[in-house]
């Protein structure tokens, strides 16, 4: 986990901003917490930002819901309340794994909302918030969902990011840059922030990149890296 708390951010963030103190109440609002917590969710969940490769794979972020389970006659379960993406999906009761296929091909089956042709689903697609699954379940199978978070917003001042402290002051930069932004007058600001930025995230590709050769050459390709199963 990161070693700057959410109190350091902010006090950070507002020293880098000459110590102002009317964005710290506007409508009741905190904007140095909101920008903290945007660039935190922008670096930990996008695919590009800032003209930048993004998309690192963080391993704090890969979990596995547990607690699902089908419903007789019901084609769906939920997707987990922090999900963005689903990895894989492991039939715990019957021991295996699902395909994933596309929702186009789900949606063109012509027996998936016909109950005479339940049984151990075996295909699984993401549509909305739904899971969709087929066949449709004929029993209570226990489902695992591997999918990768969305983190939680820092919000007492102890609190700490779900990523290696590398990424603090990526955080701390992209935070700044967005506070440029959104305040008038701070154009030069915003590009001296938005340089630091990106200096930090070059030094940090070489070894995310090592890290996913190691990850995707030593193991057996799963289904989560096929077409649709990863982001």
């Known amino acids: 986990m990161g070693s700057y708390q959410f109190s350091t951010f902010k006090a950070y963030l507002k020293l880098m901003m000459g110590q102002r103190k ?21 670096i930990a969940t996008k695919k590009t930002l800032l003209g930048t490769r993004a998309g690192f794979y963080f391993p704090q972020l890969e979990t596995v819901d547990d607690s ?6 019901t084609a769906y379960v939920d997707v987990p309340s922090d999900c963005l993406t689903v990895r894989q999906i492991y039939d715990a009761t019957n021991d295996r794994e699902l395909s994933y296929i596309p929702p186009q091909t789900y949606f063109g089956y012509t027996d ?20 969709y699954l087929h066949p ?22 102890t609190d700490t990011t779900v990523l290696d402290d590398a990424w603090d002051e990526p955080i701390l930069y992209l935070a ?9 007058g701070k154009d030069e600001d915003a590009k001296k922030y938005k340089e ?11 070894l995310y990149d090592s890290e996913e ?11 989560m890296y096929r077409e649709g199963g990863y982001e």
């Open 176 to 184: 700044a840059y967005k506070a440029c932004v959104w305040l008038p």
């Open 213 to 223: 050769e190691a990850r995707t050459g030593r193991f057996k390709p799963s289904i």
């Open 112 to 131: 998936r909302s016909d109950t005479s042709a339940e049984g151990q689903p075996t295909e699984w697609t993401r549509h909305g918030t739904k899971i």
């Open 68 to 73: 699902q389970s089908t419903t007789d006659g």
């Open 22 to 42: 009317d964005v710290e109440n506007v409508g009741s609002t905190n904007m140095y917490e909101v920008w903290i917590n945007a660039a935190y969710k922008d």
């Open 196 to 206: 630091a930025f990106l200096d930090q995230v070059a030094g940090l590709v070489g």
């Open 136 to 157: 449709t379940p004929d029993d209570s199978y226990t489902l695992h969902i591997y999918y990768k978070m969305i983190p939680s917003e820092l919000s007492n001042p």
